[in-house]
């Protein structure tokens, strides 16, 4: 590590770039670029600086800066127009591949669900490059440049009348050329790694503009998770309004052209912001330092330690000075992994035979993180339903509201996404209060965990909600009449508040609980489970279709939808029991020592 003496015989020294909280340079001077790309060598040679102080130096003037809204309120902006941009394209992707291209239905939807799934992928591997080479705002600048191209591609696919097929006439219609395919799905699926790459580091780069070891900016962290994710759900309620509106009844040159043109105003706007950033330095490749820990572990696995292993004269190995790492709590649990930090061993003290407590203890987060992160994967399923079977359910009712407004099934997800604003006004303003209120002195009121659960106790009763007006739909479909549309918003008000308390919770945790030099690649495990959440939802169907074909039928009044809808309450009930479980037993990261936070 940097400079540090270890206790006992010390693993040759591995370069580490300094965790520091910097201003990012101003796009396009040389000079100030070069001074934050030489924040290592810098933070070496200047050993006066303390570490508090140096978390407030600038990149430009060295001088102290403290926190402004500034950096937040740009990335907020940035993450709604994205939203906005991304939502526009992705909301109509299957309309527009049949009533433009001509694509069977098979295809298309084999085409959407793929796209969808490299979509929500991408941000996983890219967070690697994120969090061990290029740091979060080269990787956001890197991705825009896919991202913008791709829009424009896709803009250009639906206004340059060769780059699609020609109308139909009558009932014949000509499938687009492979040349027109090809053009098309370049221009998608630059757009896909473009949007992957800003998710995989915009919400943890939002994060580092607050200090972790100051508690009045905590707290504004934690309303910053709030309401980037109230910005999220804005820009798809917009997407799905106005920039739906546009693309099939103007022209769906125009609405990719809005899609277009928002990322542009993001990009401009986030580059304009670049002198207001607090900027962490990436820390070397997180993949390297895991196998570390695994090998070394495994080369010492006979050594024994002793019954009460923990940090200094304890027997592990931790470095003793390094102003700039995070050092973690050695912590019980896992002990096998507590070997690779064991002195002494075989005489051999390599970085592949020696790890550090903070090491060891990054690699035992990832491990009680996961099993978390599959229940993450179920509930995502369940949350899945509000726009498949919801949706078909709300096909065969009056979709009249106070018998005269006539509501297109398919926005009652838009107003589904009005609720869940609502939620995220209610959850900020009053739950959290309230909580901080009643909670233990300077407490945060609710902890992740807990609202995690919330959200799960919520979608259950959502589901069996959605069962308990398909049983009565199914009863007043018997009689001949039909059910009002109006009885499916209580289903969607409390999935829109499972939403708002899992979904914040959910951010704030793989971020918070993550080490420092893996928060890009936690935080996209949130999307990483709503991916596989997509899948798990196919296949319960597919099953459910195999084995209970009068479940699921063409026409749902002759079928039984309530009690799909009761299967997946008793499989979301069944994950909130294995979430208490789990979550009764995990072990939250502990810090020693935070280190001059991003």
Not at 196 to 217: H, I, R, T, W
Not at 332 to 359: I, M, Q, Y
Request: charged share 15%; glycine share 8%.
């Amino acid at each position: 590590m940097n400079g540090a003496k270890a206790h006992g015989p010390a693993p040759p020294a591995r370069p580490r770039p300094p965790l520091k909280d910097e201003m990012a340079s101003s796009a396009g001077n040389g000079k100030e670029t070069a001074a934050l790309e030489s924040g290592q060598a810098s933070s070496s040679s200047s050993s006066s600086s303390s570490p508090a102080a140096a978390a407030k130096m600038t990149a430009v003037a060295g001088k102290p800066r403290p926190f402004t809204w500034t950096g937040p309120a740009i990335v907020m902006g940035f993450e709604l127009l994205e939203s906005i941009a991304f939502s526009g394209v992705a909301l109509n992707l299957v309309i527009y591949l049949g009533t433009v291209l001509h694509g069977t239905t098979a295809f298309n939807a084999a085409h959407v669900d793929t796209w969808n799934g490299t979509t929500f992928i991408v941000p996983v591997l890219v967070a690697f490059l994120a969090d061990s080479c290029w740091g979060k705002y080269n990787t956001i600048v890197v991705s825009l440049l896919f991202y913008l191209a791709g829009l424009v591609l896709l803009t250009l696919s639906a206004a340059i009348s060769p780059f699609r097929p020609s109308s139909c006439q009558g009932l014949s219609c000509p499938p687009a050329s492979r040349t027109q395919f090809s053009v098309f799905f370049a221009a998608l699926y630059l757009t896909s790694i473009g949007t992957g790459g800003v998710k995989s580091a915009l919400l943890p780069f939002g994060a580092e503009q607050y200090d972790d070891s100051s508690p009045e900016e905590s707290r504004r962290k934690q309303s910053f998770f709030t309401w980037f994710f109230g910005a999220i759900n804005l820009g798809i309620f917009v997407a799905g309004t106005l920039v739906s509106w546009l693309q099939q009844n103007v022209s769906w040159a125009l609405g990719f052209g809005v899609s277009a043109l928002c990322l542009l105003l993001a990009a401009a706007g986030f580059l304009a912001g670049t002198p207001w950033y607090r900027v962490q330095l990436p820390a070397g490749s997180p993949l390297r330092d895991i196998l570390r820990v695994v090998v070394a572990s495994v080369k010492k696995r006979k050594t024994r330690l002793p019954a009460a292993a923990g940090q200094g004269d304890l027997g592990l190995h931790e470095v003793a000075e390094d102003d700039d790492l995070q050092k973690l709590v050695h912590t019980k649990g896992l002990r096998c992994l507590d070997k690779a930090a064991a002195k002494g061993g075989d005489g051999h003290e390599g970085p592949w035979n020696l790890c550090t407590v903070s090491e060891v203890e990054a690699v035992k987060i990832l491990a009680r993180m996961v099993p978390i992160w599959v229940t993450c994967v179920l509930y995502a399923a369940s949350l899945g339903q509000m726009t498949t079977t919801f949706i078909q359910q709300g096909m065969t009712m009056d979709n009249k509201l106070l018998g005269k407004v006539k509501v297109p099934v398919a926005s009652m997800v838009s107003i589904e996404v009005v609720f869940m604003l609502l939620w995220v006004l209610l959850h900020d303003a009053v739950i959290m209060p309230l909580a901080r209120k009643w909670g233990r002195a300077g407490s945060a009121g609710l902890s992740q965990l807990q609202r995690m659960g919330v959200g799960r106790v919520l979608v259950v009763l959502a589901m069996a909600t959605a069962a308990l007006v398909e049983s009565r739909r199914l009863r007043v479909a018997g009689a001949g009449r039909k059910m009002g549309i109006a009885w499916q918003v209580p289903q969607f008000v409390l999935v829109a508040g499972s939403d708002v308390f899992c979904g914040i919770a959910q951010l704030e945790f793989f971020y918070g609980e993550a080490p420092a030099s893996m928060r890009s690649i936690c935080s996209a495990f949130s999307f990483l489970a709503l991916s596989l959440g997509f899948y798990v939802n196919s296949v319960v169907v597919t099953a459910v279709a195999a084995l209970r074909p009068g479940w699921l039928t063409r026409d749902l009044n002759e079928g039984h939808l309530d009690y799909y809808f009761w299967l997946w309450a008793v499989i979301s009930a069944g994950n909130l029991l294995l979430y208490l479980l789990l979550a009764a037993r995990y072990t939250p990261k502990q810090v020693l020592r935070h280190s001059p936070s991003p």
